[in-house]
């Protein structure tokens, strides 16, 4: 045994053997009272006159050894230390070694040897009998059997005579033989002792570090449950709760589970799902199922609960609260239908609608009409105000979209300034115009954006089912159709789909390809129409004018391709080419006269939009060297719709470098004398559609009267366009018109032509007759001639 553990559990030994020989004593003492006795009466009756002495002595010694005991196991054991204790036992064990040691002095008389074995087998039985009682304790036995048998041993050989000799010599082998078997039992038991404790000792280890393993792992549990945003419960068998758990963030309450003991099988109102899905699990199946609770929504694992021998017991359930997650798939399911911005169901959605709409009108024999909207000015209103501009100006788009359709007609957003209306139940198509009319009408209403105002009017295009398309997507495309022709048509209108759309639309597509690449190919070039300044009749410059010979699609007009360019987005590429074209030709046609010959140019409203015209113009001056005195850039009413300080800033700074602006087209647009006031414009250009009835009978001329007198008013100068016979130039010439362009002068001509037009050669008057023969024109005074 290792010395460790002697040392380890000495103590405790030491207590066990104390308590072993307490609890020997009152059998041992018992018995020794009851030899006592005996051996009391024997010696009495063998007349021992001082058996009276010893047997009083004896049984004092006893009785207090008994009542040692009764000590021992009273209080004693915890008043007293165990080495106390051991040592009272080894006195105890001292005084009756002495007492029966004191026997075998009286009680062997020299000359009985019967009374000799007698004495002597009662001593040494006495002494082997406390062998065992004595175990626990060497010390003490070897005291005791060494006081009885010492003297037994002593007095017998002292008789010096066989067979006293004999039996001193035995009981002095016995008394060694005793000592030798009680010193071993003492050893072997101590080994017991501290082999028990050291297991004993094992045994509490191992348990104390089970419990704590246990301890730890529902330590850790417990936290993992109480962090946890999970609900844990189980039920038996019955469906009764037998356990509840919830972790931070799982929201128990909300699932309103019964207390532990009670039913969860109790169908009431706000527990039925639960108790329907508990019953599942408990008929032993494993899913994973939805909650509805009162606040939130939670995802469920539910399955059987086995007991230690894997038979099913109960069922368990495990709560992970979901609700953000079903919130995020609402928000995903509305950001995939719905349009983030204005709230308005998309292109998806819409289509779904429509088809649904379809399937309706099939069977109720009626009409869907779809009306495919597009605002006028978005791209100007967020090129120059900003996206942020833009994107209210959508927003408050899609309100009045909403507010100008009935209940029943559904609005959606298709991207961009897209906007998509469909109404149901149609029993004409006639009957969408009413629609259209209201929609075009709300969006005539100014749009305030930063308590500005804006102009965004919307073109329609309206097509019907079934008629203009079978499915969403034909239909869809026949507005879209419908809808660029209103916008060709000059926008803010709205036109119902016809077939021979398509072919135009196809056309303008074709156009629009060919468009892209037309400048690089050299497909662009200017033709220029003279203009003649009515007193002198001379030509005082020329209007640039573009054309475009399509290999493909032939001669196209700048009427029909300059409305696709600008709907294609290449018209600010294309003008700028015109505008650089236009002022180096000028100046080659400038080295022929002495007198400045002005340059007019048409600027798209695109151009506008684009804020590099201003550095566009510089530049072209620039390279060309034309002096911006004789360079007038033709604007139409539309630019000036727009009324933004970006365009008011370029107007200014435009006429700061000396350009002049001249309003074109006047009377065919908006036509409000504000923008008249408003703007830098020098001059107004009167539309032909004015000119062409001019003195024709019953013709009413007052309000181009009226548009001159204006103009003058505001210190204008004053250009009639189209003028084509002799008498509309009397009565321009009459009302005082500064300058007239037309066919009755000229033609527009290529450069070339122009150039000869105002005197290839000085001195001469060829021009007027080349014109003259040529182009039927009269009364036009070469530019060659003037500059004599
Ligand atoms: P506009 O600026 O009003 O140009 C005058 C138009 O009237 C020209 O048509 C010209 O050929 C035509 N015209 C001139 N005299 C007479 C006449 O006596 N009788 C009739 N019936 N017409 C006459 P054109 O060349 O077809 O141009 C049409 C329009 O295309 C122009 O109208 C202008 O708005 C636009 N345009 C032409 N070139 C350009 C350009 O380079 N840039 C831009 N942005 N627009 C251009
Ligand atoms: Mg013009
Ligand atoms: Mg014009």
Not at 396 to 422: C, N
């Amino acid at each position: 045994m290792e010395k460790q553990a002697l040392d380890r559990h000495r103590d405790s030994v030491l207590r066990e053997r104390v308590r072993m020989l307490y609890s020997a004593i009152p059998l041992s003492q018992g018995i020794a009272f009851a030899v006592a006795v005996i051996l009391f009466a024997f010696q009495e009756s063998q007349g021992q006159h001082n058996a009276h002495g010893w047997f009083a002595l004896i049984s004092g010694v006893l009785a207090l050894r008994g009542f040692s005991a009764v000590h021992y196991f009273g209080k004693g054991s915890v008043v007293l230390s165990d080495r106390a204790w051991l040592t009272a036992f080894r006195l105890g064990a001292i005084a009756a070694g002495v007492c029966w040691g004191g026997a075998a002095l009286l009680f062997i008389p020299d000359h009985d040897v019967t009374l000799q074995v007698f004495t002597i087998l009662t001593l040494a039985g006495v002494a082997a009998g406390a062998i065992s009682s004595m175990a626990a304790d060497h010390g003490a036995y070897r005291f005791f059997v060494l006081l009885i048998m010492g003297p037994v041993s002593a007095v017998a050989l002292m008789q010096g005579q066989q067979p006293q000799i004999t039996f001193g010599l035995l009981s002095l082998l016995l008394l060694i033989f005793l000592d030798r078997s009680s010193h071993s039992y003492a050893k072997s038991l101590t080994h017991l002792l501290t082999l028990r404790f050291e297991n004993a000792t094992l045994i509490t280890d191992l348990e104390r570090e089970k419990k704590r393993v246990i301890d730890e792992a529902e330590t850790m549990m417990g936290r993992i449950l109480g962090s946890a945003p999970i609900a844990i419960w189980a039920v038996d068998a019955e469906g009764v709760v037998s356990f509840v758990e919830g972790g931070q963030g799982s929201n128990l309450e909300d699932l309103r589970l019964p207390p532990i003991g009670e039913s969860v099988l109790a169908d009431t109102e706000d527990r039925a799902q639960i108790a329907y899905q508990t019953r599942r699990a408990l008929n032993g199946e494993s899913f994973v199922a939805e909650l509805d609770a009162e606040r939130h929504c939670y995802e469920v694992n539910y399955g059987p609960l086995f007991d230690e021998d894997g038979n099913r017991q109960g069922a368990i359930g495990v709560a992970v609260d979901i609700s953000e997650r079903k919130r995020h798939e609402k928000e995903l399911a509305r950001l995939a239908h719905y349009d983030q911005l204005t709230g308005l169901p998309n292109r998806v959605t819409i289509m779904n609608q429509l088809e649904h709409a379809f399937e309706h009108a099939r069977r109720n024999d009626r009409l869907v009409a779809v009306y495919f909207i597009d605002l006028d000015n978005f791209k100007a209103v967020n090129d120059t105000m900003g996206h942020k501009a833009g994107d209210t100006l959508l927003h408050q788009a899609a309100d009045r979209l909403r507010a100008s359709l009935r209940e029943s007609d559904m609005p959606a957003r298709l991207g961009g300034d897209e906007f998509l209306a469909v109404s149901e139940g149609l029993q004409r198509p006639s009957d969408a115009e009413v629609i259209a009319h209201k929609i075009v009408g709300v969006f005539q209403q100014p749009f305030t954006i930063d308590s500005r105002e804006f102009y965004a009017t919307a073109s329609i295009g309206i097509a019907v089912f079934p008629q203009d398309g079978a499915t969403a997507e034909q239909l869809l495309q026949s507005a879209d159709t419908a809808m660029y022709h209103a916008k060709f048509a000059g926008k803010n209108k709205y036109r119902f789909f016809t077939s021979a759309m398509q072919a135009t639309a196809e056309r303008h597509l074709e156009m629009e390809t060919e468009l892209r690449r037309a400048l690089d190919r050299g497909e662009l070039f200017l033709e220029y129409q003279p203009k003649i300044d009515v007193m002198t009749r001379t030509i005082s410059g020329a209007e640039a004018l573009l054309r475009w010979n399509s290999p493909s699609l032939g001669r196209i007009g700048p009427d029909e391709f300059i409305p696709v360019a600008e709907l294609a987005g290449v018209m600010p590429h294309i003008g700028d080419w015109v505008l650089r074209t236009a002022c180096r030709e000028a100046v080659a046609w400038q080295r022929l006269v002495r007198r400045p010959l002005h340059v007019a140019i048409n600027v798209s409203p695109q151009q506008f939009r684009n804020t590099d015209l201003l550095a566009n113009v510089t530049q072209a001056l620039v390279e060309s060297g034309l002096p911006a005195a004789q360079l007038e850039l033709e604007i139409t009413e539309s630019v000036l719709v727009q009324d933004t300080p970006e365009a008011m800033r370029v107007f200014n700074a435009l006429v700061d470098l000396g350009v002049t602006l001249s309003l074109d087209d006047f009377g065919t647009g908006y036509s409000s004398l504000s923008y008249l006031k408003k703007f830098p414009m020098r001059v107004l250009k009167i539309d032909k559609a004015f000119v062409r009835d001019l003195g024709k009978r019953g013709n009413d001329e007052s309000l181009v009267d009226a548009i001159i007198a204006m103009a003058h008013s505001l210190r204008m100068q004053v250009v009639a366009e189209g003028v084509e016979t002799e008498a509309q130039f009397a009565y321009l010439q009459q009302r005082g018109v500064e300058m007239v362009q037309g066919y009755y002068f000229s033609r527009p001509v290529s450069a070339g032509a122009f150039q000869e037009m105002i005197g290839i050669q000085e001195g001469d008057a060829p021009v007027t007759a080349r014109i003259t023969k040529d182009r039927r024109s009269a009364g036009l005074v070469g530019a060659a001639e003037s500059v004599d």
